[in-house]
């Protein structure tokens, strides 16, 4: 007998313009137009957005194709999931099904792409939003209601104890740059506030605060930011913990270090709950990791938890066993052992560029960079702390900054494309996204062309053309000025930090984007990343800014990308191995057996 299945119509009404269309949705409707029923309609009159009835609709996805802003999705999933919904935004909004389980003493990962519901489940988790079971027409669910649908799991008696005011929840949340508009004060101000476990000033300690405790708020980078909150929340007297994206804007030891103290916080008693897009992070934080998938922005579905090994290798190879679910159709694969550096490859290498030895002088900070040069087809990863001057070298390279000593040189013109760390919405000129996408190349936006396909279409892009640049989300802008700047022919590519607000999928498209990019056109790239699974995944070599962030930086040559890694591991004072299955960098618990065979070995990077 074939599955019993039930209707999910959602409208992305950020999308859906009927004031820029024919209403193609409700006149191709074979329902409306047979007169048997009504399965969508809308105020013509008062060009109202349209509404789906999904009892009526039959799901031949007509209006999906008809709409020209494709704001419409339908499916049609199994009917027992419906018993299973935890959480609808309206009529024809985002649907969460299941929740993950928190579990006392340990740390639970949340892992999955952007708009599958992530921030929604873990703010019911934090009792911020209350589930609507998915009902939103008519009385909401009481919380006995609520209660009775989670009866006999864990999250039963979790939802008991969070509505009888047990457990107190302390919430680290996504943006922290909203913070400085929403409190005033100085770093020691707002821990000393914040702090109910008398730990916060160790704690800023630990993580290189103390440097910034009597700075304004609203001076503080996006990684001190980012440090004061995790912070914050780890000196509350709470029971739940909760972090959505704690390693954005860190660099890899602040990272680890924060890792670290997440992980000490975690004993019996207290719920620890983590959503994070760097995998070596994730790995090393989670205890048990639930997968959501789904349609982002339609609906999102909590998978039962796996171990943390076994949930990220499940994910990148893009199928849930237990679930029987394909995420993706191809799996996320890594380059084993050495990748082979331009070079060493068989056809004599051509080089770009290069420099002597340089010495920057800023206001109170010197940069040196060692000699270095480039080939045409190489990917280059920057690493390094915040602070020691990779930006600054990338816009030596760029021709932004004039160094006081040493010069760089091409071989040949060198075009230069930019992209910039920070991306302020507010500095950007109000264009759409067409644009400013047309500007950097008006073959991006030629549909079937390459550009097209690979870079704009891969990114999703082709749903925001027409929204203005200064309106986008986080994630979208760091998407479109990736597109416009590697749409942009040129030699040099200088992509500043391209994962911050990415999820792991978009990063690891962007990766291989840059390399196709560069290997085509027979360019080079500079990649300044934090993501030790996407640094590994996009270099070809790896080149290191080592230094005392803020007074002093020291660029060292490009390195062989093992090579490289390993030196910044030593750095770090962190070994890591790779995972036999994917290939993918893990990073050892300090003081295990591999840990410790690797440091004797100085092998701080098995791979
Ligand atoms: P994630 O954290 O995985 O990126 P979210 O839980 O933030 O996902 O959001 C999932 C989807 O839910 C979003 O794509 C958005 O469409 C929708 N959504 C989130 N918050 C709201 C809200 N307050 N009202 C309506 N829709 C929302
Ligand atoms: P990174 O990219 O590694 O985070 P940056 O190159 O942005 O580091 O900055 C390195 C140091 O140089 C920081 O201390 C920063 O404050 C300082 N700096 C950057 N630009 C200038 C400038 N124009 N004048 C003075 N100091 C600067
Ligand atoms: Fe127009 Fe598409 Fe909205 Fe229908 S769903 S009203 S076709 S924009």
Known sequence: MPEARVRLAVIDYETCKPKKCNYECISVCPINKSGSGIAIEA????RSKPVIYEDTCIGCGLCVKACPFDAIFIVNLPSELEEEAVHRYGVNGFKLYRLPVPKDGMIVGLL?????????????????????????????????????????????????KLVDGKLRVA??????????????????????????????LELAREVGLDKVMERDVRH?????????????????????????EPSSYLDVRERIRVARLISRASKPGKYIIVVEHDLAVLDYLSDVIHILYGEPGAYGIVSKPYSS????????????????????????????????????????????????????????FTLEAEEGEVYAGEVIGVAGPNGIG?????????????????SVFSYGEVRVSYKPQYISPESLPKVTVAEALKKANPESLVPGSWLYLELVKKLGLDKLVDRRVNTLSGGELQKVAIAAALSREADLYLIDEPSAYLDVEERVNVAKIIRRIVETRGATAFVVEH???????????????????????HVHTPQPSKRGMNRLLMELGVTVRKDEETGRPRINKEGSYLDRLQRTRKLYYAA
């Open 43 to 46: 105020n013509i009159q008062l």
């Open 112 to 160: 999955g792409k952007n708009g599958t519901g992530k921030t929604t489940a873990i703010r019911i988790l934090a009792g911020e939003v209350k589930p609507n079971l998915g009902r939103v027409e008519g009385e909401p669910p009481g919380w006995d209601e609520i209660l009775r649908r989670f009866r006999g799991s864990e999250l039963q008696s979790y939802f008991k």
């Open 171 to 200: 919430h680290k949340i996504q943006y922290v740059e909203v913070v400085p508009r929403r409190v005033k004060g100085t770093v020691r101000e707002l821990l000393k506030r914040a702090d109910e476990t008398g730990e916060a």
């Open 220 to 244: 503080l980078s996006g990684g001190e930011l980012q440090k004061l909150l995790v912070v914050a929340v780890l000196s509350k007297d709470a029971n739940v913990y909760v972090f959505d």
């Open 309 to 364: 090994r076994e949930a990220i290798n499940i994910f990148l190879e893009g199928y849930l066993p237990a679930e029987n679910v394909r995420l993706r159709k191809e799996p996320i694969r890594f380059r084993k052992g050495e990748g082979e550096a331009p070079e060493s490859r068989a056809q004599a290498p051509r080089k770009l560029a290069g420099w002597t030895r340089l010495r920057v002088a800023l206001d109170g």
């Open 390 to 406: 990779k930006t600054t070298f990338i816009k030596v390279l760029a021709g932004l900054v004039k160094p006081r000593e040493g």
């Open 531 to 553: 993501d030790l699974m996407i640094l590994d995944y996009v270099s070809d070599k790896v080149m290191l800014v080592l230094g005392e962030p803020g007074v002093r930086g």
